[in-house]
C-alpha cells in the first residue's frame, strides 16, 4: 500500500523548474515561432537609444548639436529613419506627391495623413514624431486648426503636429499649444501657398522680405512653437533668424546655420527614376531607384530562364511519400 502510495505521490510532484528557466522557455519559442510568407518586419531600433522627447530636442540646442530630421510616409520609412538616430521624424505632407502620386501637397486629405501618421508611428519607437496638418485642415478658424491637431495626436499617434504660416496663423498655433500638443512651425517658403507665392520661389531675397520672415518667426516662436521650419530662404537670412531665436530652426534650402535640418527620404536616399526634377538643396546619398531596378531586373531574368527557384528555394518531401503521391495521381 505504501508502495503504491509512494508511486502515485512520485508521478503527481514535478520538480518545480526556476523562473529563469520558464522566460528563457518562452524567449526560445518566441524566436522559434515560424512567420507567414510575409513575417512583421519589427520595429524596436538595435541600439535601444532613449526616445527623444522635447525636454531633448531643447538640450541638443542648448548644445549645438545639430537636430535631424527626416520625412516618412509608411512603416518601412519610418522604421529605417528611427534605427538610423533621426532626431524627428515628420510624416511630412510631400507624401502627396511621393507616396500617392498626387501633383501637390493641396490634394491630400486630412484623413489620409492620419493614416499615413498612424503607420510611421508604428515604426518610429524612439524618435520624436510629428504629423503634418494638410491644407484645408487649419486655415478657417483656431478651432478647427485644434480639433484637426487632436485627431492627428489622437489617431495618428504621432506626438506633435507641423503647419505652415507666420504672423498670420500665430493666434491658431497658441490655440493649439495651449492644448497641450506640440506644435512645429513651418515659414519662408510654404509649398501649401505656392500659388500665393507664384510657385516655389525662394524667399527673403531681398531686406523686406528678410524682415518679413523674421516677424514671422518672432510671432510663432511667441505663440509656443517648439521649433520651426525655414525652407528656401538665403543661408545668411536663416542664420541670423536662428540666431535671434530662443528655439530651434530646422533647415530645408537655408544653410547649415540652422539648428538642424530636414530632407524627403525619397529625395535623398535616390528613390526615383532619372530625369525627376530634384530642388538645388538636396544632397541625393543613396541610389534606392538603381539597386532596385538592378534586383528586379534580375528576378525577372531568372523567373524567365528557371533559374529561381532554386533547390534551396523549395520545401522537401520524403521520396517514399512522394512515390505514393506519383502512383496516386497515375491511378486518378
Known sequence: MRSCASSLLSRSIRPVRPAWTLGATR????????????????????????????GTLRSLHRKREPITV????????????????????????SLAMV?????????ILLEEMILHCRSVARASKTAFTVGDLPMGSYEISPEQALGSAIRVIKEGRVQGIKLEGGKEMASTIRK?????????????????????????RVQGKTSSGALSILEDALAI???????????????????LITEKLSIPTIGIGAGNGCS?????????????????FIPKFVKKYG???????????????????????????TYPISSEELETFTKAVKDL
Open 99 to 107: 507616396a500617392l502620386g498626387m501633383e501637390d501637397t493641396s490634394e
Open 176 to 200: 493649439i499649444t495651449t492644448a497641450g500638443i506640440p506644435v512645429l512651425g513651418h515659414i519662408g517658403l510654404t509649398p501649401q501657398r505656392q500659388n500665393a507665392l507664384g510657385g516655389f
Open 27 to 54: 524567449a526560445l519559442a518566441v524566436a522559434q515561432a515560424r512567420h507567414s510568407s510575409h513575417s512583421p518586419m519589427g520595429s524596436t531600433p538595435t541600439n535601444q537609444r532613449k526616445k527623444v522627447t522635447l
Open 70 to 93: 527626416m520625412t516618412a510616409h509608411d512603416f518601412p520609412s519610418g522604421h529605417v529613419a528611427d534605427h538610423a538616430g533621426m532626431d524627428i521624424v515628420l510624416v511630412g505632407d
Open 287 to 313: 541610389d534606392v531607384w538603381g539597386e532596385s531596378m538592378r534586383a528586379i531586373e534580375t528576378y525577372r531574368d531568372e523567373v524567365k530562364s528557371r533559374q529561381y527557384p532554386a533547390p534551396e528555394h
Open 221 to 239: 516662436q511667441e505663440a509656443g512653437c517648439f521649433a520651426m521650419v525655414i525652407e528656401a530662404v538665403p543661408a545668411e537670412v536663416a542664420a
Open 260 to 276: 538642424g535640418q530636414v530632407l524627403v527620404q525619397i529625395d535623398m536616399t535616390g528613390n526615383f527614376p532619372p530625369g525627376r
